[in-house]
């Protein structure tokens, strides 16, 4: 969190583009004198580039409150100084950030939807891993077995009488038998793996085989069995996303460039994993990865863009908290998201410990989650790592937990809310 917001509470910060607005900053741990001397200025120079400067400003223990024009869409820096008697004094820089109407009805929502539990090959039982998701600032989640949905049921029923503002989702790692590639099933209604090998599977591959006559013959079989269950996951109401092609398994990548290749023109998935869950020795998977993205981008293909920590542990010190989404959406409800992802509203996060998180996805969105990771989500997760531990308590049995959790319903959305209220 940079220092500015610990000793500053700042409404709103997010504003209309277009539209002045008054912006309060109130200082809160020490008294503040005046007057201000208050300079804004729009970091990208759209709307003008020269600054503009607020002199004389008088505020009193609530802060002051100042009007800005906000032109154009880009974040603005506001820089306060007070100018009583002799020099003036260095008080702080602020950071605004002015949307353009299109994004603003919409909440950026964080979630991670491949993890893994006991039930699988993770290291912990399927609530625990809910409630550490919470505990490290997420808003949804799904668990994601290797061949098993019921994990995800799981996680969602250890949770039955304990309100939370965690979007639980059912999930699963679907292995279409005889391609080596894994796909993700999140939010469908039902489980893809347990349909296959099914008789509508087998009729299923085999039409979509038949029809497939670019795909090259010797992939036409791998390339059909994922295509249908990518297919049978949108039917069933999910999400369906195409996970790390570039995992080193088996000395080869996971998926074979001409399936790869065929899965591109033909766009089965909702989402692909730009940012998938390498330890810090294969990131080069995740470089790869980033590249074709932004190639498959260029030749003009529209691809939704996610990031997953494929977490197998929550406390191993590694990959859980690494790589995740933000989703542009109005509600943080699975057809609202769904809805958001195929409409290119996400962008994927890589934000290793120690290091300075990158964002990949639309340039728009890139550019403004620069700001929410800088100036808002430090607010947001120190609401949700309270909601976190929280649910680890009621895991633990404390049935008490579930009325302070019932308390703090909708509590992160109306923060948000209070730093982007909808003029
Ligand atoms: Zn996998
Ligand atoms: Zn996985």
Redesign the pocket.
């Known amino acids: 969190m940079r220092i500015e917001d610990r000793m500053f509470d700042i409404r709103p910060k997010i504003v209309r583009t277009g539209q002045p607005a008054a912006i309060t900053v109130r200082p809160r741990y020490r008294k503040w004198h005046g007057p201000f001397r208050v300079t804004a200025t729009g970091m990208e120079g759209r709307g003008g580039s020269a600054p503009v400067i607020l002199e004389g400003v008088r505020g009193g223990t609530g802060g002051i409150t100042f009007d800005l024009p906000f032109p154009a869409e880009q974040e603005y820096l506001v820089r306060i100084e007070e100018t009583g008697a002799g020099d003036p004094v260095f008080v702080g820089e602020v950071r605004l950030y002015a949307l353009d109407d299109d994004l603003l009805p919409f909440l950026p929502w964080k979630g991670d939807v491949?993890m893994h539990s006991t039930r699988s090959d993770g290291r912990e039982e399927p609530g625990y891993v809910a409630a550490a998701c919470r505990r490290i600032g997420l808003d949804f989640m799904a668990l994601t077995d290797?061949r098993l949905y019921e994990p995800s049921r799981e996680a969602i029923r250890a949770f039955d009488g304990c309100p939370t503002n965690l979007l639980m989702m059912p999930g699963e790692?679907v292995h279409p038998p005889g391609t080596g590639a894994?796909l993700l099933n999140v939010g469908g209604s039902e489980s893809v793996n347990a349909m296959l090998g099914s008789p509508a599977y087998r009729e299923g591959v085999a039409r979509i085989a038949a029809a497939a006559i670019d795909v090259p013959a010797e992939h036409r079989a791998a390339y059909a069995a994922c295509a249908w269950c990518l297919g049978r996951i949108r039917d069933l109401g999910g999400i369906a996303i195409l996970?790390?092609p570039y995992?080193e398994t088996h000395d080869a990548y996971?998926v074979p460039e001409p399936l790869l290749a065929a899965l591109f023109d033909h766009q089965p998935f909702d989402a692909y994993e730009v940012l998938g869950g390498y330890a810090s020795q294969y990131r080069e998977a995740n470089s790869l990865q980033v590249a074709r993205y932004h190639e498959e981008t260029a030749r003009g293909r529209h691809i939704p863009a996610m990031g997953n920590s494929?977490a197998h542990g929550c406390e191993r010190g590694e990959l859980f908290g690494w790589y995740y989404s933000i989703v542009f959406a109005e509600r943080n409800e699975r057809g609202s998201l769904a809805g958001a992802i195929r409409g290119l509203r996400s962008v994927a996060v890589e934000q290793s410990p120690g290091e300075f998180p990158r964002i990949y996805g639309p340039f728009r969105l890139v550019r403004f989650a620069h700001y929410l990771l800088r100036e808002v989500f430090p607010l947001h997760d120190v609401l949700a790592a309270e909601e976190g531990s929280l649910m680890l308590r009621w895991l633990d049995g404390d049935r008490g937990a579930a009325e302070a959790l019932a308390a703090l319903a909708g509590r992160t959305a109306r923060l948000y809310r209070s730093l982007c209220p909808i003029p």
């Open positions: 491949h290797h790692e894994h996970p790390h995992w996971n494929d």
